[in-house]
């Protein structure tokens, strides 16, 4: 089997409410195909040398859409983790969390702690759920982090400060993988996508399989990184 030399891929999962659009259906509808591609990519991601996946679940901005909304997608949040804990346990994938949990409803946020703490030892893949997660806020949160401790300050660098993040010990990711067409970040991972290769593609979410993700990756591989230095 191919792999690539992506380690970290992240995904800003987008395009559900157009994918349950298209076919004359409520958001809802779009939102639990979404979990289907999930699942799906985080079965496949192994198997192309992904090491790291990091998926945009719910921002912080997401709180502005309507309150049924949120609710559906904090339920399939707790239905996701419920129902794929076992076998992402089984096939070794470590689950954490990306975003500040606190604002999470209590029903997410114990489901989040049960699936970090049972895969929390496991040594394949590490799939990150970002859930109320926003870039800015992020860094926000790191550097309160680095004002409660004044030690972190005299040494405060680019790389102690990346370990103040929630990404903290994960590289940075290699590959950002933007569905739906729409051509921004949309406040993901914004610190340590510095350098990271960005691929949109107009597939929206629900549709993204196997070999979207393979195209991508060969895409990936094309690319020439050069990180600000000369070819
Ligand atoms: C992504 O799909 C899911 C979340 C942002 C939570 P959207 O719900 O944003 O779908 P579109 O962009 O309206 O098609
Ligand atoms: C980004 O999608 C967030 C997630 C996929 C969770 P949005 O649909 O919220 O982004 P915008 O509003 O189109 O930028
Ligand atoms: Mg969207």
């Not at 604002?103 to 496991?122: G, V």
């Amino acid at each position: 089997m191919t792999t690539y030399g992506a380690r970290h891929v992240a995904i800003i999962m987008d395009g559900n409410g157009r994918w349950a659009a298209t076919r004359g259906q409520p958001r809802p509808y779009g939102h639990r195909a979404g979990v289907e591609a999930l699942r799906r990519i985080v079965r496949a991601a192994p198997g192309l040398g992904v090491e790291y996946l990091s998926v945009f679940a719910f921002s912080t901005e997401n709180w502005k859409r309507p309150p049924e909304e949120v609710e559906v997608l904090m339920d399939l949040l707790v239905e996701y983790l419920r129902s794929e804990v076992d076998e992402l346990d089984r096939e070794q994938v470590k689950i954490v969390f990306l975003g500040d949990a606190r604002a999470m409803p209590e029903r997410c946020r114990r489901e989040m702690e049960t699936a970090a703490r049972r895969t929390a030892q496991n040594q394949g893949l590490v799939l990150a759920i970002a859930v109320n997660y926003g870039g800015r806020d992020e860094i926000v949160r790191a550097v309160r982090r680095a004002l409660a401790n004044p030690e972190n300050l005299k040494s405060l660098d680019e790389e102690a400060f990346g370990e103040l993040l929630d990404t903290a010990g994960m590289p940075d990711p290699d590959l950002v993988i933007r569905p739906s067409g729409e051509v921004r970040l949309s406040n993901f991972l914004l610190w340590q996508s510095a350098y990271a290769e960005i691929y949109v593609t107009p597939v929206l979410w629900p549709d993204f399989d196997e070999s979207e993700l393979r195209r991508a990756l060969e895409q990936f591989e094309q690319r020439e990184r050069r990180y600000g230095g000369h070819a």
